[in-house]
């Protein structure tokens, strides 16, 4: 029954943390007049040292999915809309186009299965994109098959600059190769990364203050801290003597499939680095031991939780002013809580303790990264990462203040003082080279724990290590083999 019980748990997180979620939703529209982003001329200017080419007018084709809105208008504007994001798409393509003499065409879109027509042409030998923007596991998944080439050999991807998530892209790597990454190519990867937010008003309801972006400056919002104010904020309203999630108060929100970021705010990796840069399992520490015993009391031994597969219940009392905290990405400020009648802050994740040296967080289980089909010859492998990095670079330039200034910072985070602490969540973000090829495994670990299907770290660990220590071997046999090609 132990094993029935975790396959299904499998099957579960396959399906809902691939699939779509509220936070993957269509981009909202901005109002036309909200004010046009001012970036530090410091961001502006960064040199993205790129050569001077003319590619006569060829095509930049994009291969990506069509469960989302946002992921086609993510890299792609026919025309100007007036909302403030799309136009900054719009105009960061319309820059390289330019620059490149280049032609986006309009994004070829498929189903969020898993990457097949892909893959398909790969084996076909078609050159059917240049590059795949893809959920991140199904794009590793084609990786590992050999459908993707070595992006760091292109000569044009420049990981140093900041307009690549250096710490993501450091994980994802193996054995000094790149072939899945991720930037700020997207609207994905600005809008997936996933915070805390806090009800200012019942904040001061309860304490007489709001202020807790004192608390993460100086270092102590950890989950003890946020334990503490959950403590208070729950409360049986009615009097029935039980906690009803569409009548009470409660401190606590999230959907099951946010468990695992706390896997990466915690800072407690799966895997590490041996010296010849292959993946090894690091997961059984005192440390894990720790934050699984830490978080299992967090969820299940107070009643002033919400928590279910969808996050809808938590979504929807945050919204109705009845939950103190809700875990989501940054995306829910401008589409689930854009509607909110109370005043509301963003906060990165917690700490586990105040020893952590900083903050740090996940996107989604529904974000995106990019790879390069093999299929290509020298000179297609350096036209798409070339205009890749173009991507990039100019994402960071103008599409990056249009999120963060405009439509996350200024008109819906509804404070000035929320803007350093979204700084803080995005150069946060992290990850770890066993998300991608793990099967829904070890990372996963507290997803199964907050959907209540593993009970205790040692037995889970030890049922499953031999597992999940041949997927992460057989994967790296894999890459290996693809090296000596």
Request: hydrophobic share 40%; charged share 25%; with cysteine.
């Amino acid at each position: 029954m132990k094993k029935l019980s975790f396959l299904m748990a499998l099957l579960m997180i396959a399906s809902a943390l691939a699939g779509c979620s509220d936070t993957s939703a269509e981009t909202e529209t901005l109002a036309a007049d909200t004010a046009a982003a001012e970036t530090e001329p410091a961001e502006t200017e960064i040199p993205d040292n790129l050569p001077d080419m003319d590619y006569g007018g060829a095509d930049y084709r994009i291969y990506t999915r069509n469960c989302c809105v946002s992921h086609a208008d993510g890299v792609y504007m026919a025309e100007q809309t007036g909302d403030v994001v799309s136009d900054a798409v719009y105009e960061r393509n319309l820059t390289i186009e330019e620059r490149f003499n280049v032609k986006f065409s309009e994004p070829f879109l498929a189903p969020d299965a898993e990457a097949t027509d892909l893959n398909n042409a790969v084996q076909a030998g078609d050159d059917m994109c240049e590059v795949a923007i893809w959920h991140y596991k199904h794009l590793g998944d084609s990786a590992a098959a050999g459908y993707l080439a070595d992006i760091s050999t292109a000569g044009y991807i420049d990981f140093a600059k900041p307009w690549w998530y250096q710490k993501v892209n450091e994980a994802y790597s193996i054995g000094g190769r790149a072939y899945v990454i991720v930037g700020m190519y997207d609207l994905d990867n600005y809008y997936d990364n996933v915070c805390i937010y806090f009800n200012k008003e019942l904040l001061i309801d309860l304490t007489g203050d709001d202020d807790l972006y004192s608390v993460v400056k100086e270092g102590k919002w950890t989950i003890d801290k946020m334990k503490e104010l959950c403590s208070i904020a729950g409360t049986d309203l009615d009097g029935d003597g039980a906690m009803d999630f569409t009548k009470d108060q409660f401190g606590y929100g999230q959907a099951c499939g946010f468990g695992f970021v706390y896997q990466f705010a915690w800072n407690q990796p799966v895997t590490s680095r041996d010296a010849d840069g292959y993946p090894v399992e690091a997961i059984n520490t005192e440390r894990m031991v720790a934050i699984f015993d830490t978080l299992k009391s967090f969820y299940f031994d107070n009643d002033y939780i919400i928590m279910d597969e969808t996050g809808t219940p938590a979504s929807e009392a945050f919204k109705e002013g009845r939950v103190l905290f809700q875990m989501n990405s940054l995306k829910a400020s401008s589409s689930t809580f854009r509607d909110m009648e109370q005043d509301f802050g963003i906060l990165p994740v917690v700490k586990l303790d105040e020893t952590q040296d900083e903050h740090y967080t996940h996107a989604t289980a529904h974000t995106s990264a990019v790879g390069i089909p093999i299929v290509k010859n020298e000179e297609g492998l350096q036209y798409a990462s070339l205009i890749l990095e173009a991507m990039a670079a100019e994402g960071y330039k103008q599409i990056r203040p249009a999120v963060y200034e405009v439509a996350l910072k200024s008109k819906y985070t509804r404070d000035e003082a929320s803007y350093e602490m979204i700084d803080i969540v995005v150069q946060g973000r992290t990850a770890d080279f066993a998300e991608i090829y793990d099967k829904w495994g070890f990372t996963y670990t507290l997803d199964f724990l907050a959907r209540g299907n593993v009970k205790e770290w040692a037995s889970f660990y030890a049922s499953q290590t031999k597992t999940q220590a041949k997927n992460i071997n057989d994967v790296i046999e894999l890459f290996k083999a693809l090296e000596e090609k």
